[in-house]
């Protein structure tokens, strides 16, 4: 049995994975107007098993929870709790956590991201 080739160009899964993630950008990094301080309780469609409620004054536990919402948040997630400044200070460790499609979408539309790493590494 011979395979034959698609009569059209196949996109690879990368780069499915950076226009799903593409589509669900805010506008602005300004748009994340999510909470400093306190806790969050994300809803099922953001986080359907496991741990719901994120503390965002521990480290650890405020990770965790931009983690999830940037691979499973919708835009109006990314805004509803997300946290520019936040988002921002922690970017640099954030980074290397999520998954490249993740990361090389949000940099690319939002250069001042790779400004707080370079600024974080000098």
């Given at each position: 049995m011979t395979v034959q080739p698609f009569p059209f160009p196949v996109p690879d899964a990368f780069d499915l994975l950076c226009q799903q993630y593409a589509q669900r950008l805010p506008a602005r990094l300004e748009d994340l107007a999510g909470p400093a301080r306190g806790t969050v309780d994300l809803p099922l469609h953001v986080?359907?098993?496991?741990?719901?409620?994120?503390?965002?004054?521990?480290?650890?536990?405020?990770?965790?929870?931009?983690?999830t919402v940037l691979a499973?948040?919708?835009r109006q997630d990314l805004t509803e709790f997300l946290n520019r400044d936040l988002l921002i200070a922690q970017w640099p460790v954030l980074r290397t956590l999520i998954s490249r499609p993740?990361?090389?979408?949000?940099?690319?539309?939002?250069?001042?991201l790779t400004t707080a790493t370079a600024t974080t590494a000098a």
């Amino acid at each position: 049995m011979t395979v034959q080739p698609f009569p059209f160009p196949v996109p690879d899964a990368f780069d499915l994975l950076c226009q799903q993630y593409a589509q669900r950008l805010p506008a602005r990094l300004e748009d994340l107007a999510g909470p400093a301080r306190g806790t969050v309780d994300l809803p099922l469609h953001v986080v359907w098993s496991g741990r719901r409620s994120y503390g965002l004054e521990q480290p650890r536990s405020r990770m965790g929870l931009y983690r999830t919402v940037l691979a499973e948040g919708q835009r109006q997630d990314l805004t509803e709790f997300l946290n520019r400044d936040l988002l921002i200070a922690q970017w640099p460790v954030l980074r290397t956590l999520i998954s490249r499609p993740i990361r090389d979408v949000w940099e690319a539309a939002f250069p001042e991201l790779t400004t707080a790493t370079a600024t974080t590494a000098a």
